[in-house]
């Protein structure tokens, strides 16, 4: 049995201010480490990606903010669990996206998913320290035991969800827009990558994206359709819309970027749905005044 805090949390205002202090460190960490890296990485230390980082920094905070306020971790565990999802979600499987779909750029997708570990762990220390409320009064909630199988199942079935969902959602935004678009547009130099390097890149990050949430799910016991919508949007926060942010909207077309980052949500928001009902703890609590 942990704690949770039902005193001293954060209103609004105080989560939106606190989310645009860990965007602001987010910026200036990114920031140096595109400068240590510079050719390694494909973004500059400049103003506009110092302003998109914060822009993406303080969203990657406000949908932590739910987890976190209401995590029944201590403070340190929570902390890691916040650091595992962005790192398995984006660092480690962009990386491994990023090394497959470019072979002869993997030492900087490699290097850059190291550094970005690096910051996450900035990140989740910076973020659980301004959220997490000090004062804390007992929840009871009783924890769900599983063997290792078990949940080496229910990580595999989220990333299958992945998979199949980055497939059906990709291939309708295929027939509807992308693929006439790559046709019309050689100016963007775009190319699908092979469907085999396609097909393995998704079964290894859709295996992270149930890591990932298994960490953050876990933190929480509250009603399963409250955290697969929070779980839904952080998915698609982390490991879609602030990376797509960062290195794409600005190079490409409105419409594109609408078409795109649809076809994330659904891929992304319904995974988080799948892995919520998967992990989620069966929401028996007692207040205890």
């Known amino acids: 049995m942990d704690n949770i805090s039902l005193r001293s949390k954060p209103g609004p205002i105080a989560i939106l201010m606190r ?42 905070c406000i949908s932590l903010s739910p987890f976190i306020l209401n995590s029944r971790w201590s ?85 299958l969800a992945y998979f199949v969902f980055y497939f059906v959602f990709g291939a309708t935004n295929a027939l509807l827009y992308t693929l006439s678009f790559y046709k019309n547009n050689p100016q963007y130099g775009l190319n699908l990558p092979a469907p085999a390097l396609i097909f393995l890149a998704q079964l290894i990050r859709g295996p992270l994206f149930g890591l990932g949430s298994l960490f953050v799910v876990r933190m929480v016991v509250l009603p399963r359709r409250r955290v697969a919508i929070w779980l839904g949007l952080l998915l698609f926060i982390v490991g879609g819309l602030g990376p797509y942010l960062e290195v794409t909207f600005r190079t490409m077309p409105l419409g594109f970027n609408l078409a795109t980052l649809t076809e994330v949500f659904f891929q992304n928001f319904l995974t988080g749905v799948v892995a919520a009902s998967l992990f989620g703890m069966k929401f028996t609590v007692n207040r205890v005044s």
């Open 19 to 60: 989310s645009l202090m860990v965007g602001i460190a987010y910026g200036m960490a990114s920031s140096l480490v595109a400068a240590v890296l510079g050719p390694l990485t494909r973004l500059a230390p400049t103003l506009d990606n110092f302003l998109v980082w914060l822009v993406t920094g303080t969203l990657v």
């Open 75 to 159: 403070r340190q565990n929570t902390i890691l669990g916040v650091w595992g999802v962005l790192s398995f979600v984006r660092s480690l499987g962009l990386g491994i996206e990023g090394s497959l779909f470019k072979p002869t750029l993997a030492l900087n997708a490699i290097v850059g998913a190291f550094f970005g570990i690096l910051v996450n762990l900035l990140v989740a220390w910076l973020v659980v320290t301004l959220l997490m409320p000090a004062d804390r009064q007992m929840v009871d909630g009783s924890d769900q035991l599983m063997s290792w199988w078990g949940w080496t199942w229910r990580v595999l079935v989220v990333g």
